[in-house]
Every structure is written in C-alpha cells, then in structure tokens.
Nanobody, 124 residues
C-alpha cells in the first residue's frame, strides 16, 4: 500500500521560504509521477508541480514557476517542494500525490494516492 506523509508546513512571513517534504513508502516509485497540489479555504484543490520520479522531468503551474521547485531524493524516497518568495495567496493545505504511470499529470483526478496534507500559512 502506497503511503505518502507530508511535513514541513508552518507559518512564514511574506517573502519567506519553506521546504515541504513528502516521504513515500510501500512501492518502488521509479515508474511513478509525484505531484504537489494545494487547497485554500473555500477553493478547489489546484495543481502546483509534478515530477517524473525516474527521469526527474518536472512541470509547474504558471503562477509557481520561478518561485517553487520540485525535486526528489531516490535514496530517501522523498519528494520535496521548495517554496521561495511566498505570498499570502500561497496560504493553503499542500498535498502530495502519486500515480503509477510516468506521465506529468496536472489534474486532481489523475492521481490515485494522496497524503494527509500540511498547512502553509503566509502572513502579510
């Protein structure tokens, strides 16, 4: 059974940085795509970034390009989301997701494994 556990969320001021981690277990993830999504109060869950685990190829939502970086550590079986220049509108619960097909999916319903989420709050 795939398990995804996020960590690293917290409270940060505008312009600050955070690094989220997603510890993955239960499978060999070399043929997986891993994604980060976020959901703000009263809004739908939205795509942030994704990475093909084996090839390391990435894709980002336009509003995150240049500020967020997704990466993975094959030894630790962990996916990261480095977030810089944070804004109050980045405040949300951030979720890690996985799909056992190495395609850079960008939609919520493409992923079949989800973590519990980690809260990120950016104060103005």
């Amino acid at each position: 059974q795939v398990q995804l556990v996020e960590s690293g969320g917290g409270l940060v001021q505008t312009g600050g940085s955070l690094r989220l981690s997603c510890a993955a277990s239960g499978r060999t993830f070399s043929s997986y795509v891993m994604g980060w999504f976020r959901q703000a109060p009263g809004k739908e869950r939205e795509f942030v970034a994704a990475i093909m685990w084996s090839a390391g190829i990435t894709t980002y939502a336009d509003s995150m390009k240049g500020r967020f970086t997704i990466s993975r550590d094959n030894v630790k079986n962990t996916v990261y989301l480095q977030m810089n220049s944070l804004k109050p509108e980045d405040t949300a619960v951030y979720y890690c997701a996985a799909k056992s097909i190495p395609v850079l999916y960008r939609t919520v319903d493409s992923y079949n494994y989800w973590g519990q989420g980690t809260q990120v709050t950016v104060s103005s």
